[in-house]
């Protein structure tokens, strides 16, 4: 979800109670005071990392970390955090602007957002913060990167890349594909194609990443 569709899901959460939305920048800051605290208590594990390459809003068991939201400057990318946890954000915001008789309306609709997404880590085997889980929710839910780790150095990031993807990659590009893949293989095979059609925007967040693992690709 990115800022345009929270504000509009929001409008729509406050319709017959609220006309408007605060002006900005207030608004924007009750949205990322929201997602902060959101982010500190369900741990959304899309922020979950191992590698303290931002800022850190909460420590967890077996040196993982809990990274802090960020809204990005272009309203139209998406702010990263767990879709569950961006409708509980919603409702959480709604509470803050709604008239007294509606907070228990949205306190309700935002438990139900809250219990989904518990049940989802449940299903999904995620039972405490390890890399396993972790892996296992990233591929079942499309998130999970083309690289398994990256190091900044003083010319740009240095990529340790996922042989497995690039397995996959591989028999992509040779039409070999005749097997299921999971969401994350799917999503990051959709994504590269776009980058080498010319039509993955530069500023996609996976974007560099696939630059690097191009010219990996034409070393082979």
């Known amino acids: 979800m990115n800022y345009v569709d ?7 959460a406050l319709l017959g109670d609220r006309p408007n939305l605060p002006a900005e920048p207030m608004m924007k800051n009750l949205l990322i005071q929201n997602l902060r605290l959101v982010a500190k208590e369900y741990e959304p594990l899309i922020l979950t990392t191992s590698k303290k390459d931002g800022e850190i809003l909460k420590k967890l ?3 993982q970390y809990i990274l802090a939201p960020i809204v990005p400057a272009d309203e139209n990318l998406n702010i990263k955090m767990d879709e569950d946890l961006m409708y509980v954000v919603v409702y959480m915001t709604a509470k803050n602007l709604c008239s007294s008789n509606n907070i228990k309306k949205h306190d309700d609709s935002m438990w139900q957002f809250i219990n989904n997404y518990t049940w989802a880590r449940y299903e999904t085997g995620f039972t405490e913060c390890n890399n396993d889980s972790i892996d296992t929710y990233m591929n079942e839910y499309g998130y999970k990167k083309i690289y398994l780790d990256r190091t900044m150095t003083s010319n740009g ?7 497995e993807f690039i397995s996959i990659l591989n028999d992509y590009q040779f039409g070999l594909i005749d097997y299921e893949l999971s969401k994350s ?19 996609d967040e996976d974007y560099e990443a696939f630059e690097e693992i191009n010219k990996y690709l034409g070393s082979l």
């Open 157 to 163: 990031y240095v990529y340790k890349w996922d042989e």
């Open 185 to 203: 293989d799917r999503n990051n095979l959709e994504k590269f194609a776009k980058f080498a059609d010319g039509e993955l925007d530069t500023t």
């Open 6 to 12: 929270f504000k509009s899901n929001l409008l729509t």
């Open 61 to 63: 068991e077996n040196e």
